[in-house]
């Protein structure tokens, strides 16, 4: 009991508060917008997510992350394992709106990609913390880029655009804070712009260009535009106080599309105004600080490296998810961390929060 109740008081409370603090404005979010339809059962798995996932933190925090690091074949197993998972969704997902994102499993869904990330950045991690002072090589950027195109490519065609982005902007991320040279990080960008190009003109669906189109020229407010423009109605609307929950004429009129996932930021800013929204970016400010903390404090290049993933997937998703609902950024079906509905975001998020715990206590 004495062992429990000291790596108890070791843990990072302050990322604890903040993360649990930021569910609530979720799940808060996610209640309103089944008040709209009369259908709380999104709310009630919601919290059974937020339980599951705070519990297996709270276990994850009591194992030595170390062995992560000592343990190559654990980590290719889920790799390749995450690679058979994303595979097989094309051959065993139901397809929604022409997407084919989860597993169906009775009343829930599990969407593989979220173990991908947590598993790309531990493998990462590992690949760079074994390289650091060969980082000057190019091969490495290549061999560990091959790891990410690969799950990548299998995320791309589900299609899944937004999951797309996150997976390659975890690899740039450590790749910068792995110390990337300047030269090299050119010809990615460059590489970059080319795969673009080729990717707008013969990969990415009507649909998906759509999107892009209608984000930079806003032609068609009741077709490709309608969903950013009742967005930014309910963003609007809230002004300093919100107009408290359950009230937002956006949401409880049913104009505002996808409340509970992509939008969930509008339902907040319209129920709780500027004040909530203040609010609510303090406490996500600290839990992305809380996580660099760790990073910058780490006496070795693999917890640093892991906690700088995790920090990139907040401020890549944050960044992403809001610009959608300001219009300041394309649909690309991104959401929110801690915030938005679904069972394997909620619960991925509390294993990487686990993971950290384990490296602050371990210090």
């Known amino acids: 009991m004495g062992f429990i109740t000291n790596h108890l008081r070791k843990l990072d409370w302050s990322m604890i508060v903040s993360a649990v603090l930021i569910v609530v404005f979720g799940l808060v979010a996610i209640y309103s917008a089944g ?4 259908d709380y059962l999104n709310f009630e798995k919601q919290i059974v997510f937020f339980i599951v996932g705070f519990s297996l933190m709270i276990l994850i925090s009591f194992f030595d992350y170390r062995n992560l690091k000592s343990n ?3 980590i290719l197993f889920f790799y390749f394992l995450c690679l058979l998972l994303l595979a097989g969704l094309h051959f065993f997902a139901p397809d929604i709106r022409g997407t084919r994102g989860w597993y169906k499993i009775g009343i829930l869904s ?11 950045v531990i493998l990462l991690a590992k690949y760079f913390s074994m390289r650091h002072v060969e980082m000057y090589k190019f091969r490495h950027i290549i061999f560990s880029g091959i790891y990410v195109f690969l799950a990548a490519i299998l995320v791309f065609i589900k299609p899944d655009l937004g999951g797309t982005m996150v997976l390659v902007s975890i690899w740039i991320g450590i790749l ?3 110390g990337i040279k300047i030269k090299h990080f050119i010809i990615l960008f460059l590489c970059f712009m080319l795969a673009s190009g080729l990717a707008w003109g013969f990969v990415l669906k009507p649909y998906q260009r759509d999107r892009v189109i209608s984000f930079v020229f806003p032609y068609d407010p009741l077709g490709g535009s309608w969903s950013q423009t009742q967005a930014k109605i309910a963003v609007g609307s809230g002004q300093i106080f919100g107009q408290g929950v359950g ?3 956006q ?3 049913g104009f505002l599309p996808e409340p509970h996932t992509d939008f969930i930021f509008s339902v907040l800013a319209e129920e709780w105004g500027l004040l909530g929204v203040l609010a609510f970016f303090i406490l996500y400010i600290n ?3 809380r996580v660099f903390k760790i990073a910058i404090t780490s006496d070795s290049n693999f917890p640093r490296l892991f906690a700088s993933g995790f920090a990139v997937i907040l401020i890549c998703q944050f960044i992403i998810n809001i610009g959608m609902n300001l219009s300041m950024l394309p649909v690309v079906g991104i959401y929110l961390p801690f915030v938005s509905y679904g069972g394997s975001g909620l619960i991925g998020n509390f294993l990487f929060l686990g993971i950290l715990q384990s490296i602050k206590t371990r210090k």
């Open 251 to 253: 949401v409880q009129y």
């Open 35 to 38: 008040l709209a339809k009369g």
């Open 110 to 120: 599990f969407d593989p990609i979220e173990l991908t990330k947590i598993v790309l």
């Open 176 to 178: 910068l804070i792995s």
């Open 287 to 289: 839990l992305v600080y």
């Open 247 to 249: 009230n937002g004429s």
């Open 72 to 74: 190559s074949y654990f």
